[in-house]
C-alpha cells in the first residue's frame, strides 16, 4: 500500500477511537512527508532537530512539528520559532530552555512531560516523583511561554502484551492523577501519548489518544549496507 493510502486506512481507524494519528516521518525524505500532506495529514514527528528544520523550510507551512527524541538544551533555539509540540520534556532545566526561547519568538509552545515507564535503562523520562516534584516547583509556577498539554511514554521494547498493557496502564492512572491534581482547571490538558507501530492498538485499549506511527505509515527503514564484492 502507498503511504497515502495508509494514512486515509489509520485516519479511519485512529478517528473511530477518537485518537489522534502523529506520523513520525524521522529518517524520511521530505517527499514521503509531501505525499502524506497531500493525502491530509498535518501532524508529523521527528526526532533530530536538523532533520526537523530542514523539513520545515522544504515544506508546507500548515505542517505541525512535534518533536519527539531527546532533546538537548542547546538545540532549542533552533525549533522555538515553529515547533507545534515538544513531547520529549523530561526535565526542569529543558522546560526553562524552552520557556525561554519560546518568550524570545513571542511564542507559548505545548509541551508533554516525557515519563519513564519502560523496563530498560536505554530510555529517557521523568519519574513519577520527578515529574510531581517539577509540577510543584517554583521554577515551573514563574513559566509563562509553556503550556503542559499532557504526558508521552514510552513502553519496554518486548513481546510481551501484558507487560506493555500494565506499562500503559500505569501511566493513563498518572495522566488521570496529574490531571486532577494540578490541571483540573485547564481544559488544555488533554494529551495522552502512547503508542508506536508495534503498540499502539495495545496503547489505544488502555487510554492514549495520540499515537506516533511511522513504519505503519511509512514502511520499515531503509538501511544501506555497502559491501565490497
Not at 497531500?38 to 501532524?43: I, K, P, T
Not at 516534584?133 to 498539554?149: C, D, G, H, P, W
Not at 492514549?208 to 511509512?218: A, E, K
Request: aromatic share 8%; with cysteine; charged share 30%.
Amino acid at each position: 500500500m502507498s503511504i497515502a493510502d495508509n494514512i486515509k486506512s489509520l485516519k479511519k481507524e485512529t478517528e473511530a477511537d477518537k485518537v489522534i494519528l502523529l506520523a513520525v516521518s524521522k529518517t524520511k525524505p521530505a517527499s514521503d512527508v509531501q505525499e502524506a500532506y497531500d493525502a491530509g495529514q498535518r501532524l508529523f514527528g521527528e526526532n533530530i532537530v536538523q532533520e526537523m528544520v530542514e523539513k520545515y523550510e522544504q515544506l508546507p507551512k500548515d505542517i505541525e512539528w512535534h518533536l519527539i527524541g531527546h532533546l538537548q538544551t542547546n538545540k532549542v533555539k533552533y525549533i522555538a520559532p515553529f515547533v507545534s509540540m515538544i513531547q520529549s520534556v523530561d526535565s526542569l532545566k529543558l522546560l526553562h530552555e524552552i520557556n525561554k526561547h519560546a518568550e524570545k519568538a513571542g511564542r507559548v509552545i505545548d509541551c508533554l512531560l516525557q515519563i519513564y515507564i519502560a523496563d530498560e535503562e536505554t530510555k529517557y523520562g521523568l519519574g513519577f516523583d520527578e515529574a510531581i516534584e517539577l509540577l510543584r516547583s517554583e521554577e515551573f509556577a514563574a513559566m509563562k511561554n509553556i503550556r503542559i498539554r499532557g504526558l508521552m511514554g514510552i513502553a519496554t521494547n518486548t513481546d510481551n502484551e501484558k507487560q506493555i498493557k500494565e506499562e500503559y496502564y500505569e501511566l493513563n492512572t498518572f495522566f488521570e492523577g496529574i490531571k486532577v491534581s494540578y490541571f483540573r482547571k485547564e481544559e488544555s490538558f488533554d494529551i495522552l501519548s502512547m503508542g508506536m507501530s508495534s503498540d499502539y492498538k495495545l496503547a489505544i485499549e488502555q487510554g492514549s489518544n495520540m499515537v506516533r506511527l511511522g513504519s505503519t505509515i511509512f514502511g520499515g527503514r531503509v538501511i544501506k549496507h555497502w559491501k565490497n564484492n
